[in-house]
């Protein structure tokens, strides 16, 4: 790895983890559905930036935007349902808060 | 290099953003916008097709599949909301300071570059050409994927017949 | 012709839903077509003919350019995948009465199924992920669909973690990639000897293999599985428990551990390690549970932990073990899944304080749990006695001695908690209010059957088996 891309890979890579911590921190912290589904997004959205990143320094732009495409494919389905669970346990509990959630113990 | 570090950080304050807003439509607007700096990151990154893709889909789909989900989620009163805002506050102030504190540590640490990387050729391949003639599994997967996904729309979108509780 | 593993099923769901979804009577037609499916896949992967394996079929393979490559692993897991869809296909068909419902069912059934068939066949990192993806999906919406509010949590707990597990699994990819240039296993591999020591590379190994310990379930990981199985419906769990966790979490560690990485100590160690914590921390909390199901979800994090020792030791014997306990761990449990099942729709309740003397009215069911639990605590003749002792074997030569005394004093615990849970539920007087009890019908008898068959057929014939089926496994190891 040359001093160039070492400059690009640690630029991006200090940030990527800035945001990895966002996601995390929402995924943790958060009491309501919709934001747990948030700080997936999240998480999902720095790996993104972080296989482009991989694709640009090693010079295979082509084979990451192939993988990249694929995993946002794969995202929405995720996210769509994950969506349709959380409005059913709305319409269960009337709220989307995941203390409602405490059915299960353990 | 400077252009890069600007939309990162404006990346950073746009997740800030949608993690610690107040209402959901906020923070959905919030995941928009990472979103959409994030597709100008990738569009720099010599990925102009992913980029278009992220920003249609991920700008576009997925914020309307959450916004539509809080339109059929019952809104919070005036009140309440409120309430559910101190209560936040609380719980999320410590983020920015967590974010401070791992970039001074990763300052810090200073990451040797230990990191061989094996040597591969440049390739200079159309996207098109390597999803069609090398990732087509992939691409079967996706077709797949989505057709779990469509039975998934049918069985979690459909009124229950018997319309319990 | 391996790519119409794939491909039948794939079209099959999409006529299923075309021509067959218009009326009851005709939705009667996936049933059958699911059932033939599965028992064609096991037959192809019992006698694994290099006709069938070895030829490519011209026109349709190089339209889809998909290429998989199998090994005996692979066949291993295509008959416990069959094995036990057929298993969940037979649940269903009694306990799904509506017509609808189980129509649904048996098409994100066949969904599942194939996207396990496409994890045992990749040799690419990325669709391994793709098609645990499609997994994963199918999954989430099985335990989902009843939309009960147990079984909404438990399908949104799994969805989270398994999204957690795949945003590590795709970091440790984008490292790998950057560290190779490419995905397939090949290109990885090459790229792993060249930098072994780089502190990126051992950060990456290191998240991918936290992201299969959530996917398996193993102990820091666990939290997802017992809501998960409970929550699901009957014929769900015992496809959960039977194989998806194996395939998504175990399979794809032996594949992972042995192509990409091996002779790697540490990775060993630590394999060891968390194998160990998983057989305590699984059998001890199963003492401790009241409900039948969550105790067998228990249960399978101890046993998956005996798996991912045996695996840890590196030698060719100790992942011939692992994967042979894999095979018995999924024959055995499957069939405690489906007898738990039975009781659940016999009684309407799950909770062990309620039940009580069943074998007394329902003599298949009880006797053949006893033979799976006898077997999954190791008591020979039976199947699971000989995987056991073939990890601890393992263990020994590689002069782990700590652990193989900890892997045998762990199935005195297993001994105990199914002890009591068989003089709770099975044994003993008949509690009041079951006295007008029925066994359950003929179909999901004939699938407990068949399995308790297996298990004790493959207990006695071991050294036929042994040497036929998981012996040439031990060729994954050898490059």
């Given at each position: 790895m040359n001093a160039n891309s070492w400059q690009l890979f640690s630029t991006f890579g200090f940030f990527i983890i800035l945001l990895f911590a966002c996601g995390a921190y929402c995924l943790v912290v958060t009491r309501n559905m919709i934001r747990a589904i948030i700080g997936i997004e999240l998480l999902i959205k720095a790996v993104t930036l972080l296989i482009i990143l991989a694709g640009k320094i090693t010079g295979r732009t082509s084979l990451a935007q192939g993988l990249v495409m694929t995993i946002i494919v794969i995202e929405v389905v995720i996210a769509a349902t994950a969506a349709g669970i959380a409005l059913w346990v709305f319409r269960h509990t009337d709220s989307l808060d995941v203390r409602s959630l405490r059915s299960l113990k353990g | 290099m400077n252009i890069n570090l600007t939309f990162l950080i404006l990346t950073i304050i746009a997740a800030l953003w949608s993690v610690m807003g107040r209402s959901l439509l906020k923070a959905t607007i919030g995941l928009a916008a990472t979103s959409a700096l994030i597709s100008i990151l990738i569009f720099r990154l010599d990925s102009p097709l992913a980029a278009v893709f992220e920003l249609s889909v991920c700008t576009g789909l997925i914020t309307a599949v959450f916004v539509s989900t809080i339109s059929l989620t019952k809104p919070l009163t005036h009140k309440e909301i409120l309430q559910a805002s101190k209560d936040r506050f609380k719980r999320y102030w410590y983020l920015p300071v967590i974010l401070v504190v791992i970039g001074i540590a990763l300052v810090l640490l200073k990451?040797?570059?230990?990191f061989i990387m094996a040597p591969v050729p440049a390739l200079q391949q159309d996207v098109r050409d390597v999803l069609w003639n090398f990732r087509r599994l992939d691409i079967l997967g996706q077709v797949i994927i989505l057709l779990a996904g469509a039975l998934g729309v049918v069985i979690l979108f459909e009124e229950n017949k018997r319309n319990e509780r | 012709m391996p790519s119409l593993m794939i491909l039948i099923p794939l079209f099959g769901v999409i006529i299923l839903n075309l021509v067959?979804?218009?009326n009851d009577k005709m939705k009667r037609a996936a049933f059958w077509f699911a059932l033939a499916l599965f028992i064609s896949q096991i037959a192809v992967a019992i006698f694994h003919h290099p006709i069938f394996w070895n030829n490519s079929l011209k026109p349709l393979d190089s339209f889809f350019k998909v290429s998989f490559f199998v090994d005996h692993l692979s066949f291993i897991m295509f008959i416990c995948i069959g094995m036990v869809s057929i298993a969940s296909l037979f649940v269903a068909k009694y306990t799904i009465t509506e017509e609808g419902g189980r129509f649904k069912f048996i098409n994100l059934l066949i969904l599942a199924s194939l996207g396990m068939s496409g994890i045992i066949m990749v040799k690419d990192i990325f669709s391994l992920y793709v098609f645990m993806e499609i997994t994963a999906v199918s999954s989430f919406l099985l335990i989902a669909y009843p939309k009960s509010l147990e079984s909404l949590e438990g399908a949104f707990k799994y969805l989270i973690l398994s999204a957690v597990a795949t945003v590590l699994m795709l970091s440790a990819i984008g490292i790998l990639l950057l560290a190779s240039?490419?995905?397939s296993f090949f290109a990885i591999a090459s790229g792993i000897a060249e930098a072994r020591n780089s502190s990126l590379i051992v950060f990456a190994i290191g998240l991918f293999i936290c992201g299969l310990f959530i996917k398996g379930g193993?102990?820091?990981?666990?939290?997802w599985l017992p809501d998960a199985y409970t929550a699901a419906p009957a014929s769900v769990s015992v496809l959960l428990a039977g194989v998806v966790t194996k395939a998504a979490g175990i399979y794809t560690m032996i594949r992972i551990v042995t192509s990409l990485f091996p002779y790697n100590q540490p990775v060993n160690n630590v394999l060891m390690l968390v194998g160990t914590i998983s057989i305590f921390v699984g059998a001890i909390v199963a003492i401790g549970q009241d409900n039948f199901k969550r105790m067998l979800a228990y249960s399978s994090i101890s046993q998956m932990g005996y798996i991912i020792l045996g695996l840890g030791t590196g030698t060719g014997l100790g992942i011939a073990g692992a994967v042979f306990h894999l095979f018995n761990h999924s024959v055995f449990k499957s069939l405690l899944f489906v007898n738990s099942a039975a009781v659940e729709k016999e009684?309407?309740?799950?909770?062990m304080n309620k039940l009580g003397g069943i074998s007394q009215k329902m003599p298949v069911t009880g006797a053949t749990s006893v033979i799976a639990f006898l077997s999954t605590c190791g008591i020979?003749?039976?199947?699971g006695f000989w995987s056991k002792i073939i990890i601890v074997i393992a263990l020994w030569q590689t002069s782990h001695y700590a652990y193989a005394c900890l892997a045998v004093l762990a199935s005195i615990i297993t001994l105990a908690y199914f002890l009591s849970m068989q003089r709770r539920v099975f044994f003993g007087k008949l509690r009041s209010g079951l006295e007008g009890l029925k066994e359950a019908d003929r179909g999901v008898l004939a699938v407990s059957i068949i399995l308790a068959a297996i298990t004790i057929g493959v207990g006695v014939f071991f050294p036929f088996f042994f040497n036929i089926f998981i012996l040439p496994v031990k060729e994954i190891l050898v490059r």
């Open positions: - | 990451v040797r570059q230990d | 067959f979804a218009s240039g490419g995905t193993l102990v820091p990981f666990h939290g009684t309407g309740t799950c909770d020979p003749p039976l199947s």
